[in-house]
């Protein structure tokens, strides 16, 4: 009988897990679809790169909680995605084949577009985080598509928090030497 | 556009999240509400006595048909998902079989490694 009761717990433990991992999966879909889709470039791969990362976190979900003691797990989540989009490019040795905006985030319809004067200057940004290196692009996809705080992002990319902060300094001061370039020589 | 700050509030525009397609949302719960909650849930259920008794076979064997069943279908889908590009890059009739075939391996593969 005392082998029954612990298959019994054990099942109403797995049954609370699954529940916890459905809220989370609920709670971050969108943040996973994002940094997929910033990360490779369009809607098909974004789908099946989210698709990829919520079954291999299901399948370590359970260690993942006992470790986290606490922490927020979407850095988890978030670090998952950017090993398999590193695996998709290493695996098919290719790069996106749009670019981001190609893809249709420009032309969809942005709630506070009417804010922007000019489109150009989110196409040149865009461009512009194109460009960047690797961990760059990815620290401000973090951060501005995601809302990720510095912490989480450290979390994300295995950094420390001061090592992220930096990272995230250098990153804007880059882009905005990039775009200055795009723009052309300034009149005096 | 040459400040920090106006970079920053560009970034926020540029980078504005991106809502998972609905179709997406509902392939992505079947998967994992079907293909691995269920089953194994089912399967957890089967105590190791009844394993004797052939009566109760029944429930568990239909429990690894779903999960099997629902790993099928998810080869299937995302097999057909890329049926246009395929379609596109076929050199003829048999290509396009063999691409297809060699698709729907890759994505067995894929679901079994991580699933199963």
């Known amino acids: 009988m005392a082998a029954g009761e612990t298959t019994r717990e054990e099942r109403e433990q797995k049954a609370r897990l699954d529940e916890t991992f459905s809220q989370l999966y609920k709670a971050h879909l969108r943040d996973v679809y994002s940094y997929s889709y910033y990360r490779v470039g369009n809607h098909h791969d974004a789908e099946d790169l989210t698709e990829q990362t919520f079954l291999q976190a299901y399948r370590h979900f359970e260690r993942a909680q006992r470790e986290s003691d606490g922490r927020p797990l979407r850095p988890w989540l978030i ?29 969809a319809p942005h709630t506070t577009e009417a804010l922007v004067e000019d489109r150009d200057d ?19 996809i973090m951060r501005f598509a995601l809302g990720m705080d510095n912490r989480e992002i450290a979390r994300a990319l295995g950094r420390t928090d001061g090592a992220t902060k930096v990272l995230l300094h250098r990153s804007i001061k880059q882009l905005e030497e990039i775009v200055k370039q795009a723009e052309g020589p300034t009149e005096p | 556009m040459s400040d920090v700050a106006d970079i920053e509030s560009l970034l926020k525009l540029a980078l504005s999240p991106v809502e998972p397609p609905k179709e997406l949302e509902a392939r992505l719960e079947l998967t994992l509400g079907s293909l691995v909650g269920m089953a194994a849930e089912e399967l957890e259920a089967w105590e190791l006595s009844a394993m004797r008794d052939p009566r109760n076979w029944v429930r568990p064997v239909a429990a690894a048909a779903v999960g099997s069943g629902a790993a099928v279908g998810l080869v299937l889908v995302r097999t057909q998902r890329r ?33 199963f």
């Open chain 1, 79 to 107: 670090r998952i995605a950017h090993n398999l989009a590193a695996n998709y490019y290493r695996d098919r040795a290719r790069k996106p084949q749009t670019s981001i905006d190609d893809a249709g985030v420009i032309s």
């Open chain 1, 122 to 140: 989110l196409k040149r940004i865009l461009d512009g985080v194109e460009q960047l290196p690797g961990d760059r692009r990815e620290a401000l």
């Open chain 2, 83 to 115: 049926r246009h590009k395929r379609r596109k890059e076929a050199r003829g009739p048999v290509d396009l079989l063999s691409r297809t075939l060699r698709d729907f391996a890759r994505e067995a593969r894929r679901v079994a490694d991580d699933v």
